[in-house]
């Protein structure tokens, strides 16, 4: 299996190749991408790997367009993954309005909230569902991805109800720790790692 | 210079290493790091050696809580840097409002937006002002972080005032790539670069 890490490298790559690709770049280098993204060329080259059955040549390296199309197939950009979010306050209503996900293959079909003033209303052509239809919706709609945006004291009960309707992976930005079986995977958001990196530079 | 990979890894060896110290556990070893954050083991040590200057004791490790503190030390945790924002719409508000930030030494303490209607709110204790205060404001209080959410296309021009305005750290939520001279450092924030990560563990 991939570790997350490789994961969170390729989606830096596809945008700097989109770059190049972009300036009329036909071909492309390890050693570039390397340089470029403050990487170790060693690892860019093992990363590649996953993605592609093609070894670079020697000195000219990727077809820039070919590599591009290789990564977002290895992601999965090209096939649309339903979710639905759970909590429509101020950033579920940011995520919902967000049009970078749907270049990325997210579409949100569907966002539930237990606030009865917030039900019945539209965001982009999303309807915001009672939480009691949680479970007849995603099972009709074969949603296996949940996307967790409620206060953090409220997170563990929202994961119990999704995984009874069958949700396999859930994006977590409530922070804490989630209890899930083993089949289900989280992936936990957690914007204050970003803000490390940003007050390091201001030292 | 420590690069960006080194410093994203290390909250998370803050959060585990907390973990950690809640349970009790009075050492800990650059191995058990690697093994629970299914990292490279050579990795983890070179990261550690950025934030401390004890080495590690062969079969023991590190003391928990000492490190802890030497991580928090490097990534400035204990020392309150003052950010603006700029935008105070659904993502603005979700910002404003999350109480993570505080633990990590970072304190929104004034935002901007160019809507009339939302000039003179508080977002928990957070005034909302007018662009037309950014420079005085920023100057007054000597803030060198903006934290930007306002649309893409609007964002240029944003950064273009407040590097006018002494800034010298940009954490950009807008989906485009900022311009600014090499002394600004911009953080380029994507949470679809998160959603790869999940959308690959449905394939
Ligand atoms: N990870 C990060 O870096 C980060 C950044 C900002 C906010 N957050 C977190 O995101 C979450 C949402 O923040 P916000 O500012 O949008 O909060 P908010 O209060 O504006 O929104 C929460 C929404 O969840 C709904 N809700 C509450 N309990 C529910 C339940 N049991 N079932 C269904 N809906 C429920 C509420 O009705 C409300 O609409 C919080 O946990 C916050 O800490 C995280
Ligand atoms: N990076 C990500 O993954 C991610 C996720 C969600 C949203 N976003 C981005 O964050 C930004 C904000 O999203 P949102 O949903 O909160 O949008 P929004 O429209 O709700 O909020 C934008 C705010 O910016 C203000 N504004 C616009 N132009 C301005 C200017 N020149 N000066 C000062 N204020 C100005 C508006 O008055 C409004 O209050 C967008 O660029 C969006 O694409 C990014």
Redesign the interface.
């Known amino acids: 299996r ?4 490789t ?2 490298r ?3 790559y596809h ?1 700097y190749l989109l770059e190049q690709q972009h300036s009329g770049v036909q071909k492309v280098s390890a050693k570039q991408i390397a340089l470029a993204l ?2 170790n060329e060693v690892q860019v080259r093992k990363d590649i790997q996953y993605v592609t059955k093609s070894p670079g040549k020697p000195k000219t390296g990727h077809i820039t367009s070919t590599l591009v199309y290789e990564i977002e197939t ?3 950009y090209h096939q649309t ?1 339903h979710a639905c979010l759970i909590g429509v ?3 579920g ?3 919902l ?2 049009e ?2 749907l ?4 579409e949100i079909s569907v966002a539930f909230d237990k606030d009865e003033t917030k039900i019945d209303q539209s965001i982009k052509q999303i309807k915001v569902l009672p939480m009691s239809q949680l479970r007849p919706i995603c099972n009709r709609l074969k949603i ?2 949940a996307i967790i945006t409620v206060p953090s004291e409220q997170a563990q009960e929202v994961t119990d109800l999704l995984i009874e309707s069958g949700i ?2 859930i ?1 977590n930005f409530a ?1 804490t720790t989630l209890v899930v079986p083993s089949d289900v ?1 989280v ?1 936990q ?15």
């Open positions: 991939i570790s997350i890490h994961l969170k390729l989606p830096r945008q403050e990487l290895f992601l999965g993954n306050g101020h950033l209503k940011a995520l309005n967000y970078g996900f270049e990325k293959g997210l296996q991805l396999k992976a994006w922070p995977f992936y958001e957690d914007l204050s790692i970003s803000f490390s990196v940003v007050s390091h530079h201001l030292q």
